[in-house]
C-alpha cells in the first residue's frame, strides 16, 4: 500500500514539474526590432543642437526650438508605444564637430529629416504615420525658412 501512493505523489510531482521544466528551457522571445520613430528623434535633436550652433542666421534659434518639438514629440510616441525600463531619458546626441558651412549643413539635415520622415510615413499606422507626416511638412517649411 506504501508503495502505491509513493508511486502516486511521484507521478503527480513529474506532471506538475513537467510545466515549470519546459518554461525554464524555452527561449526568451527576440528583443523588438527598434522603433523607427526613435531615429527620427535623434535626427531631431541633432538637427536643433546644430541650428543652435547658428548664431548668426536670425531663423536659427526657431529652428532649434521646433525641431526640440518635434525630438520630443517623437520621443513621447516612442515611450508610449514602448515604455522605458527606467525613468531615464534617451542620451543626448554628442555633438558632432562644427561642419565648415554650417548654415549649409543645416539645409542638408532639414532635407535628409524630410527625406527620412517621408519614407517612414508609408510604413506606420495611421495614428503614427499623422505625427511624422507633420514633422516631415514642419522640416519642409524650415528648410524654406533658411532660403
Not at 506538475?16 to 528623434?41: I, N, Q, Y
Not at 527625406?115 to 516631415?136: D, I, K, M, Q
Request: proline share 14%; net charge neutral.
Amino acid at each position: 500500500m506504501i508503495s502505491e501512493s509513493v508511486s502516486r505523489r511521484r507521478v503527480l510531482l513529474a506532471v506538475a514539474a513537467a510545466p515549470l521544466a519546459v518554461a525554464c528551457t524555452t527561449e526568451p522571445p527576440a528583443p523588438p526590432p527598434p522603433d523607427p520613430l526613435s531615429a527620427l528623434a535623434s535626427r531631431a535633436r541633432a538637427d536643433a543642437k546644430l541650428a543652435q550652433s547658428l548664431t548668426t542666421v536670425p531663423a536659427a534659434a526657431e529652428i532649434a526650438k521646433a525641431r526640440e518639438t518635434h525630438a520630443t514629440l517623437l520621443q513621447a510616441e516612442v515611450d508610449r508605444e514602448r515604455p522605458p525600463l527606467s525613468s531615464t531619458a534617451p542620451p543626448a546626441p554628442t555633438s558632432p564637430p562644427t561642419p565648415p558651412d554650417p548654415l549649409a549643413a543645416l539645409r542638408t539635415a532639414l532635407d535628409e529629416s524630410v527625406r527620412e520622415a517621408s519614407a517612414a510615413v508609408a510604413s506606420l499606422p495611421s495614428y503614427r504615420a499623422g505625427l511624422v507626416g507633420s514633422v516631415a511638412a514642419g522640416c519642409a517649411s524650415l528648410r524654406e525658412v533658411l532660403g
